[in-house]
């Protein structure tokens, strides 16, 4: 059994980042444990229903929010490793699947799939550096000393971890059309990458609906329609 703990950072957007908790909280997978663990700011008004195990960041910065959800997974009984996401992004169950497979000290996502809430558009970039879906093992996190993003990093956080990185050591998973490993839900505010720039990104290429039921059925059976609106 791979005990993974899911790290969420929480910033706004309450309502979708209770729906992405709840996603694994129940996700459920072959030889996996998952324990997720909320990270919000001080002073957030909504804390008691972001999670049993959620913590608080004295600080809005991105990269300390992900060490301060990494250090408290060490508090986990038989931890094996770590994966980061964001409070708008659903890994598919095949990567978390692959993970207790290879046991890897490191592994990324490439391509994401980009879903607007309120239209139900989606659009896929094959070439995006997907920041969520990171993961890290025990041993990797030894190696950086439990702090593997920099503290004062709120953009291109990603950059922090490679420096740690062995030769041949960066296992990445790629997406395809059909093939979702990461969709990053999309609201009408409160995104560090809006819709419109993932329209306008080089590569960048729209779904049909039918396209859209079959990327979502393969998020633990999720719908489009259950996403919409947030």
Excluded at 27 to 56: A, F, H, W, Y
Excluded at 100 to 121: D, L, N, V, W
Excluded at 173 to 193: A, G, R
Excluded at 198 to 226: Q, R, Y
Aim: aromatic letters at 12%.
């Amino acid at each position: 059994m791979l005990n993974i703990s899911v790290v969420i950072p929480i910033y706004g957007r309450e309502e979708l980042a209770k729906r992405v908790i709840l996603y694994y909280e129940t996700l459920e997978v072959q030889g996996v444990n998952l324990t997720v663990i909320p990270v919000l700011d001080l002073g957030s008004g909504d804390g008691e229903r972001m999670g049993k195990r959620r913590i608080i960041n004295d600080s809005p910065v991105l990269g300390k929010k992900f060490n301060t959800g990494i250090s408290w997974s060490k508090l986990i009984a038989d931890f094996d490793g770590v994966m980061i996401v964001g409070s708008d992004d659903l890994v598919s169950p095949y990567i978390f699947n692959e993970l207790a497979k290879q046991e890897p000290h490191y592994m990324e996502i490439g391509g994401c799939h980009f879903f607007e809430s309120q239209t139900g558009r989606m659009r896929f970039i094959h070439a995006f550096n997907c920041g969520a879906g990171k993961y890290f093992s025990k041993e990797f996190l030894d190696r950086c000393y439990w702090q593997p993003y920099d503290d004062t990093a709120n953009i291109n956080v990603d950059r922090g971890p490679r420096r740690f990185l062995g030769s041949g050591e960066r296992l990445i998973w790629q997406s395809s059309w059909h093939t979702p490993f990461c969709i990053d839900v999309k609201t009408h505010s409160e995104n560090m990458w809006d819709f419109e720039w993932v329209e306008k990104a080089e590569g960048s290429v729209e779904l049909t609906a039918n396209d859209i039921g079959i990327c979502f059925a393969s998020m633990n059976k999720e719908k489009p329609e259950w996403w919409r609106g947030l």
